[in-house]
């Protein structure tokens, strides 16, 4: 019943930006962290980014620091990831999910979304 949806994937220019909103419905998930992962083709999900209940702690990937922004709106039970300057690398599925703790591991949150595809080309 609960659902965690992402959109906004697509196809982007090197350079350019793109942003990704998860929006979650049969629940409020305003007392749960939420964080994003993101999968390439042959490698292991990887922690992108993670957001505290409140909004007011965040914490990122060194891969993509200075470059994607998370952010929530409790209002819409809605996460945000902001991506600008993009690179080939940052070519993924792109995961949403919701955990209890502020982890940097897939295990260490319990609901997902089905995942979007971004591709950034040269």
């Known amino acids: 019943q609960v659902q965690l949806v992402e959109s906004g994937g697509g196809l982007v220019q090197a350079g350019g930006s793109r942003r990704l909103p998860c929006t979650a419905s049969g629940r409020s998930f305003s007392s749960y962290v939420r964080g994003w992962f993101r999968q390439a083709p042959g490698t292991e999900r990887e922690f992108v980014a993670v957001?505290?209940?409140?909004?007011?702690?965040?914490t990122y990937a060194d891969s993509v620091k200075g470059r994607f922004t998370i952010s929530r709106d409790n209002a819409k039970n809605t996460v945000y990831l902001q991506m600008d300057s993009l690179k080939p690398e940052d070519t993924a599925v792109y995961y949403c999910a919701v955990g209890r703790r502020m982890g940097l591991r897939f295990d260490d949150y319990d609901n997902w979304g089905q995942g979007t595809q971004v591709t950034v080309s040269s």
């Open positions: 957001i505290s209940t409140s909004g007011g702690v965040t």
